[in-house]
């Protein structure tokens, strides 16, 4: 399923539900209010509240309670808990770190940059925003980037659990753009530590939905393809990542994982800050990321 949390333009409703047939179904409506309006609740009540929007969606005419995509606004499919991004986990973006020229990245370390087990750091989860969604340049920056990325979101809780357990823990995948505020970014690199340069409002586009494993083959072999007013500038699959799926959930299952949390797969080579002549999100730009059976999450900067 490709499970939403959207509002109603019409009446302003937030509800979730499901996009089947190019249609955004009011799965709250359509099941007479038995399902939950929280979509991490759902998620929480297992299976069982799984199968009970399986079945209330097969059951839909695509009539009632059925809306268009320029119907309604997405949100982030799910709200996390946490949100746990993952660190230079393309070896190839590793690589294009060690290259860049701008002098507040010189002298970081990334060339020491170890892989005795993921690495990371976490960001607000007030900063997430969905599909469609503008987000404004913050007024202390002067270099915001993008990053394509996979969210890995968590359906079970979890604790120390194996890699050949873990992806029983996955309710299933999201697109995640990685918006980057580089300058501050590398201040705060500087001084061991992340925050405001990953964790500002807007910074976590997430979406358009969050697609449940049974509809996809194989999640660590995804084409991934990021574009920018239509120009690819990243283009990479799953396949490349150095931690696969599985072990990146065993790994960070060391603290407690719950409901709805999020786990990325890090980014492929090809952002701004790898450029010789870097020309930085502007407004007015479209940013599109592609995740081959994820569909494609849409961001206005303004």
Same mark, same amino acid.
């Given at each position: ?11 302003g409703k937030q509800t979730i539900g499901v996009y089947q047939n190019e249609k955004y179904l009011d799965i709250v409506s359509l099941s007479g209010g038995k399902v939950s309006n929280s979509m991490q609740a759902v998620l929480a009540a297992g299976e069982p509240a799984l199968a009970?929007?399986?079945? !209330? @969606? ?5 009539? $009632?309670?059925?809306?268009?995509? &320029? *119907?309604?606004?997405?949100? =982030? ?72 990325? !996979? @969210? ?5 809780? $979890?604790?120390?659990?194996?890699? &050949? *357990?873990?992806?029983?823990? =996955? ?11 580089r300058d501050i970014q590398a201040r705060e690199h500087a001084n061991n530590v992340i925050l405001m340069g990953k964790s500002f409002d807007g910074s976590c586009p997430l979406g358009p939905w969050l697609v449940t494993l049974d509809e996809l083959d194989n999640p660590n072999d ?81």
């Amino acid at each position: 399923m490709k499970l939403s949390t959207f509002t109603i333009k019409a009446t302003g409703k937030q509800t979730i539900g499901v996009y089947q047939n190019e249609k955004y179904l009011d799965i709250v409506s359509l099941s007479g209010g038995k399902v939950s309006n929280s979509m991490q609740a759902v998620l929480a009540a297992g299976e069982p509240a799984l199968a009970q929007i399986r079945t !209330v @969606a097969a059951a839909a005419d695509g009539k $009632a309670h059925s809306y268009g995509p &320029d *119907e309604v606004t997405l949100a =982030v499919p799910v709200r996390p808990g946490k949100i746990i991004h993952t660190s230079c986990n393309f070896d190839a973006h590793l690589d294009e770190l060690t290259t860049w020229e701008a002098p507040e990245w010189k002298d970081h370390g990334w060339s020491d940059f170890h892989f005795e087990h993921p690495t990371g750091f976490l960001e607000a989860p007030s900063c997430g925003v969905g599909s469609g969604a503008t987000i404004e340049i913050p007024r202390f920056t002067r270099q915001l980037d993008y990053e394509i990325e !996979v @969210a890995i979101v968590i359906g079970k809780t $979890a604790k120390c659990v194996t890699v &050949d *357990e873990a992806m029983d823990y =996955v309710a299933g995948l999201m697109i995640f753009n990685d918006v980057s505020a580089r300058d501050i970014q590398a201040r705060e690199h500087a001084n061991n530590v992340i925050l405001m340069g990953k964790s500002f409002d807007g910074s976590c586009p997430l979406g358009p939905w969050l697609v449940t494993l049974d509809e996809l083959d194989n999640p660590n072999d995804l084409a991934m393809t990021l574009y920018l007013n239509g120009e690819v500038r990243q283009q990479s699959s799953t396949a490349k990542t150095h931690y696969k799926m599985a072990e990146l959930v065993s790994w960070w299952s060391e603290m407690t994982l719950e409901p709805g949390d999020v786990i990325t797969t890090g980014s492929p080579p090809g952002v701004i800050s790898g450029m010789k002549n870097p020309q930085w999100l502007k407004s007015g730009d479209l940013i599109e990321a592609h995740v081959e059976g994820l569909g494609c999450l849409v961001t206005h900067i303004a």
